[in-house]
Structure formats: C-alpha cells, structure tokens
C-alpha cells in the first residue's frame, strides 16, 4: 500500500507553520533512542488535529489516472536526466513501503547510484542524498558514513546548511563534543540555503513529464505531499537542541541560537518556522527575551494563510498558480507567497 506523505510532520509544518511553533516548543522531540524519522513522523502527524494540507490521495489518485506509481517509477528509472532520477529516488523512498514488490524493483538507492553516475557534483542530488543517509533508511554499505555529506559540504559553498546536517550527523552518532564548533559555524555563514524551491520544481517537473498527474495542480499536490521527505533532519536538529538545554551546555545553546537565526533566512516557512522555534528555545534557555522573535512569527502565520490558497483544492485557479510556480523558482517560497497578495 503507498505510504501517503501528507501524513508527515514536516507537510504540516509548512502548511500550519505558526500553529507548529507552538506544538514543536510543547512537545519538543526526545533527545533517546532516535528512531525512525520516516516512521515517527507519519504516524504522529496522523493522529494531528491540525488542518490538511492537501487532499490525503492526491498521490494515488493521480496514479491511478495516470497509469499507477509503477509506470512512473519506470519511466523516472530508465531516464538520463539526474532531475527525473533523483524525483524517482524520492518517490521510491518516501511512498513505498520496503515490504512491497515495487519496492525491490526500484529501490531508492538504485535511483541515487544512477543520478551519481550522470553527475557527482549536482548539489541538489547531494542534499537530497545526505538527508537520505541521515535518516534510518539508508544502508551503511551505500551510505559509508555518509560520505555524500562531506561531498555537498565541497559543493555547497558558505551555505549554513551543510553545517546544520554535519551537527545533525554528530548528534546521531553520538559525538557531542564535535556539535557547539560545528553550530558556531553555521552563525559564521553567509546564508542557509534550503532548497525547497529545487526540489520542489524537480518533483512537480518529473509528475509532468512522466504525464503522472491530470494536470498542473494535481502535479503540485503530489510535489508538496512528497517534497517535505528531505527535510526530515529538521526534527533531529530540534532535538539536538532540545538536548542543548537538558544538558546546560552554553556553548551549545549559543550555537543554537546562531542555528536558529541563519534558518530564518531560508527561503520556505518550514525553514523559518523552525529556526524561530530553535532560536527561542535557546533564548529562553540562556535567560534571553523571547519577544523580539514575534514580528517574525507573525510574518509566518501571514504567509501560512495565504499558502493555504496553494496547497487546497479549489483556492487557486490553474493561471495563477502557475505564476506562483515561476515566482517559486526565482524568489523562493515566502517571497512568492507575498507576490500573491492583491
């Protein structure tokens, strides 16, 4: 059965980002035992009351008028376009469950090693690809201590980012001694990258072409449903300072704080939304005023509103969402989100 992706934490993150501040700061993740982000964060978003994104099967329903998620997984598998591979790693990784025949046939990392062997260097591929071997999902064998991590730190360039997922891979390994040095640094950075926008356009780019969705809106429904599945290191960097404060470590909670500020420059409300819940998780740790944080958070539920009319059926008519596509790949998502108000 097709494990749905808008039962993700993460989905409703984006689409109710103010609402999940408060949630994430209520019931910040547990520091132990980590375990799968997939897992946890489908069945926990599940039993949310938060509002939906989305129609829960868009991803099936477009299968199923299109010709079914095999036909797509094929058609993505025999293409030569690293785009189309890395859309068919997702797919694959995120809405099949590992039980499934399907599964075998067009395993995630399959997908990868082929996207690898057009272009090493692509940096979307390798951020998509550290994220995967962040999570439990990947194989060691693959994976080798994801040395796909270190390759996109080389391509990222001053991208906070990278910083960000090298603390995340410490805190999981359990090497705590290595995280305040590495969050010092994302605060030294000149920007944190995202790439929402990237993957989102490659995902949607992949539906069309494969001719997967009815039209443009079911191709963008089924791009949010799947596009969150790379940013499941997000929750782990909430616990990491989660844990920050537990321990009373100063220098981690000031990494934090930097962590949390830099995310806020990111282009999506997933980003920002959760660096002002890192930001002021620390602050209130170090003894520091929360309030300077609600201008921003403001700014989110304002942009959380009007995402709304993108993410629902029926709120958005096909030419207007398609300007708020090419606004999405020249200015990022909050800026685009703004760009729609009359």
Not at 1 to 25: D, F, G, R
Not at 100 to 119: I, K, N, Q, V
Not at 270 to 298: D, K, P, V
Request: with cysteine; aromatic share 8%; glycine share 4%.
């Amino acid at each position: 059965m097709i494990k749905l992706l808008a039962t993700l934490t993460l989905v409703v993150l984006v689409a109710a980002a103010a609402s999940m501040l408060i949630s994430l700061n209520e019931n910040p993740p547990q520091q132990t035992p980590i375990v799968s982000a997939t897992t946890s964060t489908r069945s926990q978003a599940h039993d949310s009351d938060a509002a939906p994104v989305a129609d829960t099967s868009l991803i099936e329903t477009a299968g199923q008028q299109a010709g079914g998620l095999d036909t797509l997984l094929a058609t993505l598998y025999a293409s030569s376009d690293v785009d189309a591979l890395l859309a068919g790693a997702l797919v694959s990784q995120h809405l099949l469950d590992p039980e499934e025949e399907l599964y075998d046939s067009y395993r995630p990392e399959a997908f990868y090693a082929l996207a690898l062997s057009l272009d090493a260097r692509d940096p979307i591929l390798l951020f998509v690809l550290s994220n995967y071997c962040l999570s439990d999902g990947g194989s060691e064998r693959f994976c080798q201590q994801n040395r796909y991590l270190q390759s996109f730190s080389e391509v990222s360039g001053d991208n906070a980012i990278a910083w960000a997922m090298r603390a995340t891979q410490s805190y999981r390994s359990g090497d705590y001694h290595e995280i305040p040095s590495l969050l010092d640094k994302t605060g030294h950075a000149i920007l944190f990258t995202d790439y929402w926008p990237e993957v989102m356009l490659v995902l949607l780019q992949a539906f069309q072409q494969a001719d997967f969705s009815a039209d443009l809106q079911e191709a963008y429904f089924s791009a949010f449903e799947v596009a969150p599945s790379s940013f499941l290191f997000y929750r782990d960097l909430l616990a990491m300072c989660t844990a920050s404060s537990e321990l009373d470590n100063s220098a981690w909670l000031s990494g934090c704080q930097s962590l949390g500020r830099i995310m806020q420059q990111g282009s999506s409300l997933m980003t920002t939304s959760t660096g002002i819940s890192i930001e002021s998780s620390a602050n209130r740790s170090l003894g520091l005023e929360t309030t300077l944080l609600s201008e921003q958070t403001a700014e989110v539920e304002r942009l959380s509103a009007l995402l709304t009319n993108v993410t629902r059926r029926g709120q958005i008519d096909a030419a207007s969402l398609q300007r708020y596509l090419d606004d999405l790949a020249k200015y990022g998502e909050k800026e685009s989100l703004s760009r729609m108000e009359p």
